[in-house]
Structure formats: structure tokens, C-alpha cells
């Protein structure tokens, strides 16, 4: 359900019950936000970001370091844990290495994976996996009226 939120010579600007705003201009919808409410099992209604994707999908990333022996273990956030489905370890782990590094997935557990490599190698690493809720959805036709 749309709200009315404001309006102004270029066109009707209405709110959802997500936080996101839309503008109306002749004929054509433009999001000019993308957050959306996430309900979690523990941290209540948190607002999300989204990329363009087919999918709903939610993403975190970070900058991580090897130790001395070539192994780093990335837990995930529990709050990011609350919002994804990754009980069959069914995410994504995209690695990008600093020069003189090499980097490869060791193994993916529900709430961590396991990066493996040179030793004291820097790099950085994103993951991605399905929102709660919304696994397999792809390409919702857009029924705006």
C-alpha cells in the first residue's frame, strides 16, 4: 500500500510501509529508495539496502587478513545471519585478493566460512545469500496499479 508523501511539479511522490520512497512522473515509476523492513526472529524490524538483482537477496563484505598458517575464518553477522537463509550453506563467498595473495573457500558452514591461502595474505571478501522468506523468487512482475 502506497502513502501519500508529497508532490511537486515534476510529479506525486507516495511512501510504502517500507520506508521507500517512489515519484510518479508521466507514466513512469522511479524508486528513489531502495531500504526495505526486515523482521528478524531477534532484533526486531531493521531497514535493509538492496542492489539491483532478480532476486532478493542480502549482502555483507568485509576486509579479512590470513594468519600465519593460511587460514581465516569469517564468522557472519548475526544480525545479517537473521535476515538470510543459510542453513544449506546455499550463499555466495565472492574473494577479491591483494597482490601476492592467494585465496581460495575452504568450506561454508551456516554462520561462518573458512577462507584458505597465503600465509598473512590480505583480502576482501562479500557474501550474498536469499532473504527469509523470499527463496527462489525471481523476476516479480511489476503490477503497479
Not at 29 to 34: A, E, F, L, Q
Not at 60 to 68: I, V
Not at 71 to 92: E, F, R
Request: charged fraction near 25%; hydrophobic fraction near 35%.
Amino acid at each position: 500500500m502506497l502513502f501519500y508523501y508529497g508532490s511537486s511539479p515534476d510529479g506525486l511522490y507516495l511512501k510504502d510501509n517500507a520506508y521507500n520512497l517512489t515519484s510518479f512522473h508521466a507514466g513512469a515509476i522511479y524508486g528513489t529508495s531502495k531500504s526495505n523492513v526486515t523482521e528478524t526472529e531477534h532484533y526486531g524490524e531493521i531497514i535493509t539496502y538492496a542492489d539491483e538483482n532478480p532476486n532478493h537477496v542480502h549482502n555483507d563484505r568485509g576486509l579479512a587478513e590470513l594468519d600465519d598458517t593460511g587460514i581465516c575464518v569469517i564468522a557472519l553477522d548475526p544480525i545479517w545471519l537473521d535476515t538470510v537463509s543459510t542453513k544449506m550453506c546455499d550463499y555466495w563467498v565472492l574473494l577479491t585478493a591483494f597482490e601476492g595473495t592467494d585465496v581460495k573457500i575452504r568450506e561454508l558452514q551456516s554462520d561462518y566460512f573458512t577462507i584458505v591461502g597465503t600465509p598473512n595474505g590480505k583480502f576482501m571478501w562479500r557474501v550474498e545469500a536469499e532473504r527469509k522468506g523470499y527463496e527462489r523468487i525471481r523476476f516479480n512482475e511489476a503490477d503497479i496499479f
